[in-house]
């Protein structure tokens, strides 16, 4: 058949040129080979060369052994080229140890995975991938309903498992005639696992190679932290080699709103979110109230886009001092779970008879059970993942005796779903004598939008200043992007001053980086830091001497230092 033939075609026609040269890129984890494979996938693209599927395996695997991002243009190109020739691919089964699984199924499921990219894409309406959509045959949803089944049973949360399940969705309800599957429901299983496995790693491709980043100064010291945090992740993506950094700057910012009288331009919800991160200063502004500026772009932004969790870890770093006289580096390392979305800051309430002496104003606090569950259920998700194994339920139930006795009767609920997590309770008063007596005693906490507000400044402050800790607001959903940013606001007092402590948003940047699959890249940074910071180098809230531009510089220097690159060789 057509399968077999295009085989032999492929093996004779790029036998000497793409097949072996892919192969060997592949196997030797080479860099240059990639350029290799994106240029035989193009070519072949942009030829509509029949035999295009052999350029697409072999991308497919050189991208995965790689962790390249630019070979994912490879698997793109190739997949839209085979989409577009309406080609038959390969669906022979696979007989490889384990660890070859992923990447030889990678190669298998080029075409459904090319595709897959190409239609998880928001975007995914405009291209080609999802242009060929209709054309796909049934079965070949088969694997992409097992991939979501798959990607619940394993808790894959990520953009392409969400989209696949809305594609899924759309399906049954589009789907009108069954069409009985030709394979089986055990092979099509065994290609979802592996293509887990394979969309994992295009996830993570994707997210490093091609998307953007979002970079949102806005006011006061923001730009002037959110400069220095673009700086040292370019020097980490330089020194490392290892990912790319591709951010588009946004002016949304009080001056924005002082020209134009709003803060996000028509439209710009959407713009946002073609994103993969959002990299935040912080608004405010003295001649703007800051009730607008802060509903204007920040909640602006995280309600709308579903950023129901923000996370605050606090921890003292090293080479820095705890205004606690006994707490020590490793005596206090929180992690602060925020709900973001309602609560205090639901927005609802309102004034009457304003100016008169009986003027009234409601500030309506929101609890729904559904929001307050997914905020806890992520933070028990979070304390199980730490080693202590430990969360503190904060609330006010004394005294607020409605959604306060709710939180606390769902966090007894979700308790239930986590037997490994040791959990205890607090009022949020009680609770600032513990963070300051016994700092020790505490590790992951959850609680409302505002007491975790106000307790996570507390808790930057315990940790030396509010200069160093960072903040992500995160759908964990991953549908919409998460928008990072240091835990502090715009700081008129030393706006423009080159004192601003650039620490809260490296560490930001490292939790972005985080939250986009390179923990090592993050952890590393995070190292660096502690080094630079260990080495005295300390901004003035941090009782040193140095500027902004001082620590920056020291932890770019540090950066490449680890990765062994020559002083000045960027
Ligand atoms: N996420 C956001 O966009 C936030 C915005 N704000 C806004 O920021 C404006 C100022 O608010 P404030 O209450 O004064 O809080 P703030 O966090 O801006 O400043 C509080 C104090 O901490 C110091 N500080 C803050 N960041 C620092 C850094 N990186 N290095 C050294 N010192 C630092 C400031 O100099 C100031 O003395 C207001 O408009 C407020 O609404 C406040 C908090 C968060
Ligand atoms: C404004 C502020 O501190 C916050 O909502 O994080």
Redesign the pocket.
Known sequence: GPRVINRIKAEHMHDSIDRTEFKHAALDREPVGNAAIRNGAKAAALNREPVINAAIRNGAKAAALNREPGSNAAIRNGAKAAALNREPIDREPVNLKPEELSFEAAAVQAELAGFAVEHLDDSGAENVGYAALPEIEQWNRAPVAAFVSLAEEANVVNRPAAAAKKLVNEDAATTTTTQAPTHSADAARANAASFVDFIRNIDRVHHLGLRLRVCMP?????PE?IGAGVEVLKALSDASGGFKLHFEDYDWSSETYKKLGKYIPDGGLESLKKHDAIL???????D?P?HI??WG??LAICQPLQQYANVRPTKILKGTESPLRKAKTGDLDWVIVRENSEGEYAGQGGRSHRGLPWETATEVSIFTRHCVERLIRFAFEIAQKRPKKHITVVTKSNAQRNGMVMWDEVAADVAKEFPDVHVDKMLVDAMTCRMVLQPNSLDTIVATNLHADILS?LAAALAG???IAP?SNLDPTRQNPSMF??????????TGKG???????FWTAAEMMRWLGEEQAADRLMRCVETVCGNGIL???LGGTAGTKEVTDAVCAEIRRSYGVAKGNT
């Open positions: 806005a006011d006061g010291i923001g932290v935040f200063g912080a608004v405010g502004a003295p703007v800051d500026s802060l772009l920040r400044d200043s509010i200069g903040t940013e240091p835990i502090h606001g715009s700081a008129f007092d030393i004192v601003a402590n650039p620490v809260g948003t901004t003035r809230d």
